[in-house]
């Protein structure tokens, strides 16, 4: 970015690339200009403020896929406050964890979850106001449109000290059965991020990305670097590779992000062969682990187009990419490193690894978190070490210096682009009465990447199948956590001191 932006605030008020008669955002089937976003942004700023909203106050945002999340983001960031998006995937108990560690002042929601807003209101001490986006004002929640009205037609309110070290967002990472950890992210990162981006994929105004994934997630970066370049991005709410495909072809997308299950689903279509998507200039993928039969097969299928994006919350989104032409020699690596990011492998002593020894990937630059996490000083450490971001990630280098991840330090698995604790997991279906020993582990699936299973232990005398278990953890967590294979076993395979071999169990569990 422009060396004259110092916050996300700049990218859309002070910002020769944004065109205020150009088409910003499409959502079901209605286009929004740049000049009407602009015009939102001012009045949900305006409104944050006669709200009591301060410098530093976080405000929590609960909302699928839709405009009111653009809205949100740069008027809570540009008055100084903190924007903290929430998985809607999560169960209501685990969104009341998340909100009573973040302490907002403010929550902002949609029509979906107002059977639950009282209950958030009741448990998290910190909320002065909810506020719905969909529904009118009741006893729980006000209506945003009622909010907003007062100051429609009024500037974002000037934000004093607003830099590219200030505060932008806290975006959740972990479970909630363990410790949430909150990264806090900079006005800083984000730029830099964006600016990343841009030399990665290439986009100019008449650039069009197509939002797939949740913008909860740290993959929603894709559509605002699409807008800090002035161009527009196309809105699904809920994706269904049907209507991606028909988008796609309609609106002439050149660009989008997808976890591979999602490019699996538009591949499986029936008439995908007779679907046009040759206005698509790239495609990233990531999140989750593809096998090299599948990705030939996703290349065959789309050109020699695709990108293959690493990273995580902690890097803004990225850390490095594989770029088309790499694909060729270096199929199912990570590639080297972004133009910003300074990426290695280091070994136990903290050496750099030689070709084919795996080591843990390290990485720094100005989009890694800079802040650590949020109240957590000991994770914050163990993650920062001389100013690098030590991700647990294992990998190795080939002769041509390209990385490749092998396996991950930590048990976390990732299934169909999201992030599940198997920990998390083991904690809930372990407070089952029937339940002795539980452990939770990923096993390869052709459709997901992975699949969270688990091994069920009962405590002698007691009886529970594996449906009574799966629908015990769907009263507790949000669904996606719930394991798609659970299975009864008389005993867990353990070492001589007692730990676990989860490797055995892997090894051992039925195909899905």
């Known amino acids: ?203 100019n105004e008449n650039s069009l990305n197509l939002q797939i994934s949740p913008l909860y997630h740290a993959a929603c970066i894709h559509s605002f670097f699409h807008l800090a370049y002035g161009a527009a991005t196309v809105l699904i709410d809920k994706f269904e590779a049907g209507e991606a495909l028909r988008l796609i ?87 080297k490193g972004t133009n910003a990011c300074e990426i290695r492998l280091v070994n136990l002593e903290g050496k750099v690894c030689r070709t084919d020894e795996i080591g843990e990937i390290i990485v720094r630059g100005p989009n890694v978190m800079k802040k650590g996490y949020w109240k957590r000083p000991d994770a914050t450490a163990e993650a920062i070490r001389d100013g690098w971001l030590y991700t647990g990630d294992l990998a190795h280098y080939d002769e041509n210096g390209f990385i490749y991840v092998v396996d991950r330090k930590k048990d976390m698995i990732i299934s169909g682009g999201v992030n599940i604790y198997p920990r998390e997991i083991e904690e809930v279906i372990a407070a089952h009465p029937a339940v002795a020993e539980v452990a939770a582990y990923g096993v390869p699936d052709e459709h997901w990447g992975e699949a969270l299973a688990a091994s069920v232990v009962l405590r002698e005398g007691k009886t529970a199948s594996a449906q009574e278990i799966s629908d015990f953890c769907r009263g507790r967590i949000g669904g996606y956590k719930v394991p798609k294979l659970i299975k009864i076993i008389d005993a867990l395979p353990k070492t001589a001191t007692g730990k676990i071999r989860k490797i055995d169990l892997r090894k051992n569990a039925s195909a899905l």
Not at 14 to 38: D, G, M
Not at 270 to 276: E, G, I, L, Q, T
Not at 302 to 317: D, N, R, V, W
């Open 1 to 203: 970015m422009s060396q004259e932006m110092q916050s996300l605030r700049d990218i859309l008020f002070h910002n020769p690339k944004i065109v205020p008669e150009r088409k910003a955002i499409l959502f079901e089937e209605r286009w929004h200009s740049f000049a009407e976003l602009q015009a939102r942004v001012g009045a949900v700023g305006a409104a944050l403020k006669r709200a009591g909203v301060e410098h530093g106050d976080r405000v929590a945002v609960l909302l699928q896929n839709r405009p009111e999340f653009f809205e949100t983001y740069f008027a809570i960031t540009g008055i100084g406050a903190i924007f903290v998006p929430l998985n809607w995937r999560l169960h209501v108990a685990e969104h009341a964890v998340l909100l009573t560690d973040a302490e907002p002042k403010l929550l902002i929601t949609e029509r979906a979850y107002a059977p639950n807003l009282e209950r958030l209101r009741q448990s998290v001490p910190s909320l002065t106001q909810i506020v719905v986006v969909d529904k009118d004002g009741s006893a729980a929640a006000d209506s945003y449109e009622a909010w907003i009205a007062p100051t429609q037609g009024m500037p974002l309110p000037e934000a004093a000290g607003l830099d590219p070290d200030t505060d932008a967002a806290m975006l959740y990472t972990s479970g909630t059965t363990s410790r949430p950890k909150g990264v806090v992210l900079t006005h800083g990162n984000y730029l830099a991020e964006f600016a990343d981006l841009a030399s990665i994929v290439g986009v």
């Open 249 to 335: 072809e309609k609106e002439r997308v050149s660009y989008f992000f997808a976890a591979p299950t999602a490019i699996y689903q538009m591949m499986d279509i029936p008439d995908f062969a007779r679907c046009d998507h040759s206005s698509l200039k790239a495609i990233s993928y990531g999140a989750a682990s593809i096998s090299k039969t599948r990705l030939m097969e996703v290349g065959q299928a789309f050109g020699p187009i695709l990108i293959h994006a690493y990273g995580m919350t902690e890097t803004t989104s990225h850390a490095s990419a594989l770029l088309p032409a790499d694909h060729a020699i270096a199929l199912g690596s990570i590639g």
